[in-house]
């Protein structure tokens, strides 16, 4: 009955390689969201999608590309890795409709690019 | 430009020590909301809080305890009698009410305080 879940949870991989990271959440929410953790723990908001619709693309390089298939998932592509994309990716929902609008996040993906 | 300040990077307390958490915010907007989050070890971000610009009501949950301050756009946390599993990462976030045919909000983070309680 997990609320927000992301796969994979760790990640390992050369640069250069391509790779995804998938997210699902099952609370019915409109809104869903990508942040980044780097290393000294500040968060950062990529992209957030509502209802499959880009929302906001927060200057992202254009290696990472969202996708949202349906309201309740929303990917994350990444071309051509770079070490400096090694970090933490968080993937979110939110009820954005009415006052309720916490966000609530999956467990997180440790990206680490060799 | 919205922002928030936890000027506090770490803060290390006895258990049974009472202990504050800072955030001092900066936005523009009249509508905005406010969280608290919390990092515990194993990574997940839970959420704990959230607090709307109209309301400046203090809240107590348990041992938590947050104190909303328009005045001096605070939004302090505060951990009575601490316990080791208080041991964690906050963060303090601001959220504009975005509005765009219907609402969506950004988190803006802070840089988060490092609690450790020792035994």
């Known amino acids: 009955d997990t609320a927000v879940s992301q796969t994979p949870k760790y990640l390992v991989t050369q640069m250069g390689n391509d790779k995804s990271i998938k997210c699902e959440q099952n609370l019915g929410h409109d809104t869903m969201y990508w942040y980044k953790q780097d290393s000294k723990k500040f968060l950062k908001i990529m992209f957030s999608?509502?209802?499959?619709?880009?929302?906001i693309n927060e200057t992202v390089p254009n290696r990472f590309s969202p996708k949202s298939p349906d309201k309740a998932h929303l990917n994350l592509h990444i071309n051509s890795l770079e070490l400096g994309d090694s970090a933490v990716y968080f993937c979110?929902?939110?009820?954005?409709?009415?006052?309720?609008?916490?966000?609530?996040f999956g467990p997180g993906t440790r990206l680490t690019v060799l | 430009a919205q922002k928030v300040t936890q000027a506090q990077t770490e803060i290390s307390v006895v258990e049974k020590e009472d202990v504050t958490l800072d955030c001092v915010y900066e936005?523009?907007?009249?509508?905005?909301?406010l969280f608290w989050y919390k990092q515990p070890p194993s990574g997940e971000l839970v959420f704990l809080i959230r607090r709307n610009s109209f309301d400046e009501q203090n809240e107590i949950s348990g041992r938590y305890s947050w104190n909303f301050q328009k005045s001096t756009s605070s939004f302090n946390f505060t951990i009575t009698a601490s316990q080791v599993v208080d041991s964690a990462v906050y963060f303090c976030a601001l959220s504009e009410a975005f509005f765009y045919g219907g609402a969506t909000n950004k988190l803006i983070f802070g840089t988060g305080t490092l609690l450790a309680v020792q035994p």
């Open positions: 999608y509502n209802n499959k619709e880009l929302i």
């Open positions: 979110a929902s939110s009820q954005d409709r009415g006052r309720y609008n916490e966000q609530f």
């Open positions: 936005t523009r907007d009249t509508t905005y909301y």
